[in-house]
């Protein structure tokens, strides 16, 4: 739903604020001006995602923009922007649209060089957690700093790591892994117990730290150059529910024939159940340490050499053979500068930014501190803080001494300072993102994008969406008017050998001649462990990318094709089936997508005649003659 409403927001405009003076009024809808203004900078924001892309005319951009402007004014005709929901989607999406607009540039920078000297530097290190819950009581806090003072000093004693892990951390996994966490490096764990492993040495114990989670300390095993990012190939058998051997057989007959020299892609192509990677030969996306499951990712950075592959080893999604493609080592900082400076700005570094953000624009505003009611809630009773009295003013904002109890009771800090330090800055910011609209006007530009896009989102759910999705009569009768749009490719019952040698191709292709099964074929050919020959059967279209290139459906078993070194295919060919119009069901996706544009246009007929559009032919000429110039 999210790339819908993206691809509505491309036309996206702002009336109020670009209808200046000096604008020529390019088109009225009903009584509503639009001006030229506001076309241009539409298109200039998105000429490159759609006049290059899609190649579109004048006229054609023109229209889509006419129609956006149609459609704005039904919804808000219809006040679709006093719904709830749209207001509460809203609220998501300025807090959404606020974030950029808290950059903090020399905070984060410093944070970014941090970051990159972490990430070229992978951490092992070991743990132990004794829990708190954020509103924990004083009581409850000592308890937790007094049970893991105790961990630490045995550790320190010299007593065995996982031993004390095992007797005090409170974290689940340690009955797994004996408080060890394995290799990680910046921004996988966060900030604070990062900031503990990186500063303590190898060998060291550090000091008792504090995160969200509770109590920690840790004891730094090792530390390595970081292994940078790797490229594989996948061949993946699914677990069988009715045949708990099936996979397992199937995947080391696959990784006898690889042994042989069969070519990894092919039988990738044709093999694998891994579906999103099985039509690319079974290349995966390239990825880092820790980013896949642990047997997965220790398979994959344990092989050595470009074009090595891995004995077959299983996971809880099936068995699998893995292939090295390339490795990536570790990019420069410039390299990776963007990309860590966006983990920063949305992960838990964030809080370390706002903190100095906070402190620039106290400088901005009046603030007032009531000094004399926080020292006495330094030293009595937390409970009297309950009460009305004013505890600090940002400009015409105020804060109650209940304000900041409520939040001292969610918060799992461990003093009143520092709590209430908190409580001032998350207010000065506040402050700011409420009244952003007043002092940056990019920003209300964008957030009033937001809103008239979010406002078509929801006609267009209603109008186009929901109707194509809902209306089974509808869809029913534009699919049968116009079935010949929907025809199967020829197809054909087969069956596919693959071989390693020419040899055993052409015993198998001579045994398929002779109506032989699958199963007799292999008895006959294979030879224990040595595998000369892989069955697959189904059904498939001309074109597949499994059959070899060019191939057409004859009945009866094929030529020997040898397409890849070492790969030798033979087809039997059971039935065809010619090309013939498809079910419903079998493409209702596509009859979907075609009948949602089909009631789309229907929709813009309709608001072309419910409500009058106006253009200027004068300043419509010269758009145009500007458009073709560009």
């Not at 000429?47 to 023109?62: A, L, R």
């Not at 004794?130 to 009581?137: D, E, G, S, T």
Request: proline share 2%; charged share 30%.
């Amino acid at each position: 739903m999210f790339k819908k409403l993206y691809l509505y927001i491309t036309f996206l405009l702002v009336t109020s604020i670009y209808a200046q003076n000096k604008d020529e009024v390019l088109l009225t809808i009903e009584d509503k001006k639009v001006y030229t203004s506001e076309f241009i900078r539409i298109y200039e924001k998105n000429k490159d995602i759609v006049v290059e892309k899609e190649q579109k005319e004048f006229e054609d951009y023109f229209t889509l923009f006419v129609d956006f402007k149609l459609k704005l004014k039904q919804a808000k005709d219809l006040q679709l922007d006093t719904i709830k929901n749209y207001q509460d989607e809203l609220i998501k999406y300025r807090d959404q649209l606020v974030e950029p607009y808290l950059q903090n540039s020399d905070a984060i920078e410093v944070l970014a060089k941090e970051a990159y000297e972490r990430t070229i530097t992978e951490v092992n290190a070991s743990h132990i957690l004794v829990r708190i819950k954020p509103n924990a009581l004083p009581v409850d806090t000592l308890i937790a700093y007094n049970k893991i003072s105790e961990a630490r000093k045995k550790a320190m004693d010299g007593i065995s790591f996982d031993k004390v892990a095992n007797e005090y951390s409170e974290d689940p996994s340690v009955k797994m892994n004996d408080g060890n966490l394995g290799y990680f490096s910046a921004f996988n764990m966060v900030y604070p117990f990062e900031n503990a492993a990186y500063n303590t040495e190898i060998g060291e114990v550090s000091n008792i730290f504090r995160t969200q989670f509770g109590y920690h300390f840790l004891k730094v095993n090792d530390k390595r150059k970081s292994k940078g990012e790797i490229e594989v190939s996948h061949i993946m058998v699914k677990q069988d529910a009715n045949d708990t051997t099936f996979a397992k057989t199937k995947i080391f007959d696959i990784y006898n024939k690889l042994e042989q020299g069969d070519d990894f892609s092919k039988i990738a192509q044709e093999h694998s159940d891994d579906e999103s990677s099985s039509k690319n030969g079974g290349k995966l996306p390239k990825f880092g340490s820790g980013k896949m499951i642990k047997e997965f990712d220790i398979v994959a950075f344990g092989l050595d050499k470009e074009g090595d592959f891995s004995e077959p080893f299983e996971t809880k999604y099936g068995w699998h053979i893995l292939k090295l493609e390339k490795k990536h080592p570790v990019k420069s900082y410039s390299e990776l500068h963007e990309s860590i400076e966006s983990k920063i700005k949305n992960g838990n570094r964030a809080k370390f930014v706002e903190k100095d953000l906070a402190l620039k624009l106290s400088k901005n505003y009046k603030i007032i501190e009531n000094k004399g009611l926080l020292s006495a809630y330094y030293l009595s009773d937390l409970n009297k803080m309950k009460s009305d009295e004013i505890l600090l003013s940002i400009e015409e904002n105020k804060y109650t001494s209940n304000d900041f109890y409520n939040y001292f009771s969610k918060n799992n800090k461990t003093t009143v300072e520092e709590i209430y330090l908190d409580f001032k800055n998350n207010n000065i910011i506040d402050y700011y993102k409420e009244h952003l609209e007043e002092t940056n006007s990019d920003f209300s530009i964008i957030y009033q994008e937001y809103k008239d896009g979010l406002l078509l989102f929801d006609l267009l759910q209603k109008n186009i969406w929901e109707k194509s999705e809902k209306d089974s009569i509808g869809l029913n009768d534009y699919f049968n008017a116009n079935k010949n749009k929907y025809i199967w490719k020829t197809r054909g019952e087969l069956t596919i050998a693959s071989c390693t040698n020419l040899n055993k191709a052409e015993i198998v292709k001579k045994y398929l001649e002779e109506g032989k099964n699958t199963d007799e074929i292999k008895g006959l050919v294979n030879e224990g462990a040595t595998i000369h020959v892989l069955f697959s059967s189904g059904s498939l279209e001309e074109g597949s990318t499994k059959l070899p290139n060019n191939y057409k459906f004859t009945l009866g078993v094929s030529k020997i094709y040898n397409e890849n070194k070492n790969q030798f295919t033979i087809l039997r060919v059971d039935k065809i089936i010619i090309p013939e119009n498809k079910k419903l069901n079998e493409t209702k996706g596509e009859v979907i997508n075609d009948y949602q544009k089909y009631l789309e246009e229907q929709w813009v007929e309709q608001l072309r005649d419910t409500y009058k559009v106006k253009i200027n032919k004068k300043e419509y000429k010269k758009l145009k003659k500007q458009f073709d110039l560009n």
